[in-house]
């Protein structure tokens, strides 16, 4: 994985490269996140908002920060499922730009959503969390792109993609192989940390 990291420098969008690898993948401000504030381990979630696959996956994820108060999830929207997951991803990180403390809710909203998602389930979303409707930003665009381009550097092509510790997850799994590696890494974690 650490060569992976090192090619990223050379790939990701130019406002990236000022960040380490490392910081690009688990601590880009430009991430939506929740979890712990310092955690221990940290899951990257490559997702998509018309995959039926990651709104299976997604709560599950979900429970596992809940659970366990030093994990967090970062949330990397890849649109690979066409126009309409650009607009609900875009809808979303604008959202964590101006409101993260409500990106959270539309996240929710925007995973809940049978189908595929179009202007009106995005805005929908949006307002669903009480906010008025919004703009969406340049920045939201340059986010996804750089997600994109992460996950190609990473060799991930669909989703749902994980990031868990040192391990690469391609696909849904089940809440018990999803415990299980949470629990391998937190412990790896805390070994590495003594």
Partial sequence: MKTLMLIMMMVISPVVLAMTPEDTLFNNPASPWFGAKNPRLTIVSFTDYNCPYCKQFDPMLEKVAKENPDVRVVIKL?????????????????VWEQHPEKFLVVHQRLMSKKGQHDEASALEAV????????????????ELKTNVEIAEVLGIQGTPATIIGDQLIAGAISWEDLQKVVKEQLAKAKHDQT
């Fill in 78 to 94: 890849l649109p690979f499922r066409g126009a309409s997951s650009i607009i609900a991803g875009r809808a979303a990180m604008t």
């Fill in 127 to 142: 307002k669903y969390a009480g906010l008025e409707p919004i703009r969406v930003t340049p920045a939201s665009y340059l």
